[in-house]
């Protein structure tokens, strides 16, 4: 399906983030957060995020390293490299709903990338007053160094240069976040790949698409199916794997690690060029 597609939209979720590396438990969230593990009895690092902590210097202690550990620190990952390597030659997407940035990091080209759910690289007033984004990099080295019992020095509490309001990170956990202008040439380069690919041989490849915000990824693609025939989803996910019944023909599912199959997918493994 890969080697004779016309059109490849990738989509991919917080499982393909996980399979290549940044695990959000286990010791690479008991190495960083212990502090934080033994003062607020953290379990891991998605469910920690929804803390309700006390001060603005806490709040930020914690996301200075969440964002540091997870956006910054990490190189490009081997297995959005091979991902890459996969897209090459074929007229292709991406949408995800990963707030990391790998897909940048790796070399896709960035006009073909549609990160919906915004980037922990990024901090936006925490109301929205504006619709303006911020990078975040230095502060948050600044934060980083100064952690001191798991706050940071009120000085480098970040406020609205706007309203002088809170800051927060540009992640959509509410109706504050902040959809840029840039966000925008996004969604419509999304909308026009679509229609660009509507007549054409599509194949969706889904990946750790789950079921935490289905509206963005899983369920348009299974839309998709239904009203594109020529279309094939090629569903990777170890553990939300079945999909609507109506559409199983035209469903190819790999429920095993999710590493090692799209390893198995690349153009070197099956014998064909893309190109």
């Known amino acids: ?30 190495d960083n957060f212990a502090d934080f593990i033994s003062r607020y009895g953290m379990s891991d690092m998605y469910s920690s995020s929804f803390y309700d902590f006390d001060t603005e210097e806490e709040y930020w202690a914690y996301w200075a390293l969440h964002i540091g550990i997870n956006r910054f620190d990490p190189p490009a990952l081997p297995l959005y490299a091979e991902l890459r390597e996969l897209a090459e030659g074929l007229d ?3 949408i995800t709903t990963n707030v990391d940035h790998q897909f940048f990091k790796s070399g896709f080209d960035p ?7 915004g980037d922990y690289g990024n901090l936006q007033c925490a109301v929205g007053c504006h619709q303006r984004l911020y990078d975040d990099e230095g502060l948050v080295a600044s934060m980083r160094s100064a952690i001191d019992r798991c706050r940071i020095p009120s000085e480098l509490v ?20 902040v959809q840029d202008e840039s966000w925008y040439f996004a969604q419509q380069r999304y909308d026009d790949y679509l229609s660009h690919a509507a ?27 239904q009203l594109r025939p020529r279309t ?38 099956i014998g064909v060029n893309n190109g």
């Open 92 to 94: 292709h997407f991406v």
């Open 1 to 30: 399906m890969l080697s004779e597609a016309d059109c490849l939209l990738i989509g991919a979720g917080a499982g393909l983030s996980t399979a290549a590396g940044l695990t959000y438990k286990g010791l690479r969230f008991t």
């Open 232 to 269: 094939t989803l090629i569903r990777i996910n170890p553990s939300d794997l079945q999909g609507l019944a109506e559409n199983a023909a035209q469903t190819i599912p790999f429920g095993e690690d999710t590493a090692s199959t799209i390893s198995l997918l690349l153009p070197a493994s």
């Open 199 to 225: 007549n054409r041989k599509l194949v969706l490849l889904e990946i750790g698409v789950g079921y935490n915000t289905p509206g963005i990824i899983r369920y348009p693609f299974e839309r998709i199916l």
């Open 158 to 177: 970040p406020h609205c240069p706007v309203c002088g309001g809170p800051m927060d990170v540009n992640l959509r956990k509410n109706r504050y976040f």
């Open 111 to 117: 006009v073909r990338v549609f990160a919906v759910q």
